[in-house]
């Protein structure tokens, strides 16, 4: 009598694959100091998406001596079937 054990063998493979995306950047600098900006980039394959949206304000105080000061919203939105 032959016993006949179960066998599991699970394969798993992955590749990475670079995926153009949509980009879209918009600034508005209605005085020299200060600057409101906009983000949006999104993609969509097969039904699947993603966007990301980001807006920020920023604020130039000091001059070139000094990074601006920023704050600001980030939303990200997956949709996966």
């Known amino acids: 009598m032959v016993a006949y054990l179960p066998v599991c063998v699970d394969v798993n493979e992955s ?19 200060l ?22 304000l920023r604020f130039h105080l000091v001059g070139l001596l000094f990074p601006p000061a920023a704050t600001g919203c980030n939303h990200i939105f997956f949709k996966l079937l």
């Open 15 to 33: 590749t990475t694959v670079p995926i153009p995306q949509v980009y879209l950047a918009l600034q508005f600098r209605p005085i020299d100091f």
């Open 35 to 56: 600057a409101i900006e906009a983000e949006g980039r999104g993609i969509s394959i097969s039904g699947n998406k993603a966007y990301s949206l980001i807006g920020r």
